[in-house]
């Protein structure tokens, strides 16, 4: 990743997010790490959140917190799991039915290093919940994200997306898998769709604008859900070391999120990362992608294939 030259002075922090009262945010996997950090700050600014979770038990736990600390906080849950297309449709059906226009979308949630696993729906996991389930959810949402003035879409990759490949000759590593690539091919994956979803805006005079943000470094559940279960010793010895050494906090995390989300110096087509350590540590600039397999004509064939899989048809 390089840092973009223009953006160095700027010093980005919650103190700069904007007043949100009357917005209409989604933020999926908000009950853990970064996505409760972004619910808990946005909500502090008046924005109704739209907390989309898997674990409706945890939904309410995550709710809870926050409202002990915020009583005035505007939160509602509904259940998304996107791990299954249906799921994802069913969500947006229930949110559309509630709400008439959405503001920010934030498709925050995530799995990273899982063992080899498969979605409701077929997909390896990892490019089918990172990946594929965002790209259905996202499709559904469009409508009411082009009907609601200087919306805007903020993808969640990561600096892992810097090092992915794009398999398109085995997408889910059949035969062959590696937890570690297919986190990276799905983080890349991530900011490809990002990258070609808002030049399709662009190119439509459709004004919403998409935008991608990595955390950074993030001491959350992300690893202890999954890899972390099954790794040796020495490997969780020594992302213990190193987290301990080198990890932010989910409220850090939650800041190149939330400015993606809101900065209205930042335009569409924009990502945002801490830089220091490799983008694992400090606050959020504005950065490229220098990964070489980042460029037009994956985006354009990760989205000819993702329609293909999702069976979903973007109208633009
Ligand atoms: N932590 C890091 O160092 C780091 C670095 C770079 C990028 N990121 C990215 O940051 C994002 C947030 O992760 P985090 O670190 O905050 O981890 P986290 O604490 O584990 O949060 C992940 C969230 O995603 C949800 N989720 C997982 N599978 C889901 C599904 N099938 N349907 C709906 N929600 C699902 C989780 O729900 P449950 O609680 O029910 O599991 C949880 O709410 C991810 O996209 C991740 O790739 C993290």
């Known amino acids: 990743m390089k840092e ?9 922090t919650e103190k700069n997010l904007p007043d949100l009262s009357g917005k209409t945010i989604i933020i999926t996997g908000a009950n853990s790490g970064t996505g409760l950090s972004a619910t808990k700050f946005m909500a502090s600014k008046g924005a109704t959140i ?9 939904a309410k736990d995550a ?13 509602d849950f509904i259940h998304l799991d996107l791990g299954d297309l249906t799921s994802a449709k069913k969500f947006a059906d229930a949110f559309k039915e509630k709400y008439a226009s959405l503001d920010i979308l934030i498709n925050n949630a995530g799995v990273a290093q899982t063992p080899d696993m498969k979605t409701k729906d ?25 009907n609601t003035k200087n919306s805007r879409i903020a993808v969640v990759g990561s600096m892992n997306g810097e090092q992915g490949k794009m398999h398109f000759d085995n997408l889910f590593f059949e035969g062959n898998y ?14 490809l769709f990002a990258y070609e979803l808002g030049k399709r805006f662009e190119n439509a005079g459709i004004g919403v604008e998409v935008l991608a943000a990595n955390p950074g470094f993030i001491k959350t559940n992300i690893l202890k859900e999954n890899a972390y279960t099954t790794r040796s010793f020495g490997f969780k010895l020594m992302f213990g ?19 993606a989300a809101t900065d209205q110096t930042l335009k569409n087509g924009d990502f945002v990362s801490p830089m220091k350590t490799g983008g694992m540590r400090g606050l959020p600039k504005l950065v490229t992608l220098t990964n070489p397999d980042f460029n037009d004509e994956n985006a354009k064939r ?11 048809k973007y109208e633009i």
């Open 4 to 12: 973009l030259e223009k953006d160095s002075a700027i010093k980005w």
């Open 50 to 58: 739209i907390m989309a979770c898997r674990n409706p038990q945890k």
């Open 63 to 75: 709710m809870q917190s926050i409202k002990t600390e915020n009583p005035a906080a505007k939160l």
């Open 122 to 146: 077929g997909f390896e996991l990892q490019m089918g919940i990172n990946h594929l389930g965002h790209f259905a959810l996202t499709s559904y949402l469009v409508e009411h994200l082009a």
């Open 178 to 191: 590696d937890a570690m690539q297919a986190y990276n091919q799905s983080k890349l994956a991530t900011h």
């Open 241 to 259: 070391i190193a987290e301990a050494l080198l990890a932010m906090s989910p409220d850090q995390g939650s800041l190149p999120i939330m400015r």
């Open 302 to 312: 990760l989205w000819e294939m993702s329609e293909e899989l999702t069976g979903v």
